[in-house]
């Protein structure tokens, strides 16, 4: 990276470049495309009752990450991390870890105690898992078969206050 990584809030106009990255990525289905478009857009719109929250990584004046995070409904201090994607570009430059500990410092700073992280089980997802585990996240429940036969469910959890 020729100049230093800035996070912002995201802002509508950074919707292509978001879906383009998440598309780019290859983990996700199209009806999980279709979720994060929506999310995406009630997040950056700040619909009203929408309690999403995203940001974005800029890298060479380019959006190069997303992370989008929310409280917990009906929890006192749990957030969950609801989407992060890194462009495949600038994969393996320390953004997805910057945007994840730019999330916890702002769950911090909303008074949250608990981040919960939700992926797949499947061998495809073996990196993800590893990312968070080390970033200090611990494997909390695997519920079996979750998302498709053969396909776990595993929580992830991580202590910020």
């Known amino acids: 990276m020729n100049r230093?990584?800035?996070?912002?809030?995201?802002?509508?106009?950074?919707?292509?470049a978001v879906l383009e990255i998440i598309e780019r990525t290859g983990f996700f289905r199209p009806v999980e495309v279709d979720i994060a478009r929506e999310v995406f857009s009630d997040?950056?719109?700040?619909?009203p009752g929408c309690t999403y929250q995203s940001y974005v990584a800029e890298a060479?004046?380019?959006?190069a990450g997303w992370i989008c995070f929310g409280a917990t409904p009906c929890t006192l201090g749990t957030f969950d991390l609801y989407w992060l994607a890194v462009d495949p570009s600038?994969?393996?430059?320390?953004?997805?870890?910057?945007?994840?500990?730019?999330?916890?410092?702002?769950?911090?700073r909303?008074?949250?105690?608990?981040v919960v992280v939700e992926t797949s089980g499947i061998?495809?997802?073996a990196p993800t898992?590893?990312?968070y585990?080390?970033?200090?996240?611990v494997l909390a429940a695997r519920i079996p078969e979750f998302y498709a036969p053969g396909d776990d469910k595993c929580v992830y959890l991580k202590p910020v206050s």
């Not at 800035?6 to 509508?12: D, E, H, N, T, Y």
């Not at 585990?133 to 996240?137: A, K, P, Q, T, V």
């Open 4 to 16: 230093p990584l800035l996070i912002r809030c995201a802002r509508g106009e950074d919707e292509p």
């Open 43 to 47: 997040s950056a719109e700040m619909k």
């Open 133 to 137: 585990e080390r970033l200090g996240y």
């Open 60 to 63: 060479d004046e380019a959006v």
């Open 90 to 108: 600038f994969q393996r430059r320390g953004i997805g870890r910057d945007l994840v500990c730019y999330a916890e410092e702002e769950i911090r």
């Open 129 to 131: 898992r590893a990312f």
């Open 123 to 125: 061998q495809r997802y």
């Open 110 to 114: 909303q008074h949250g105690r608990l």
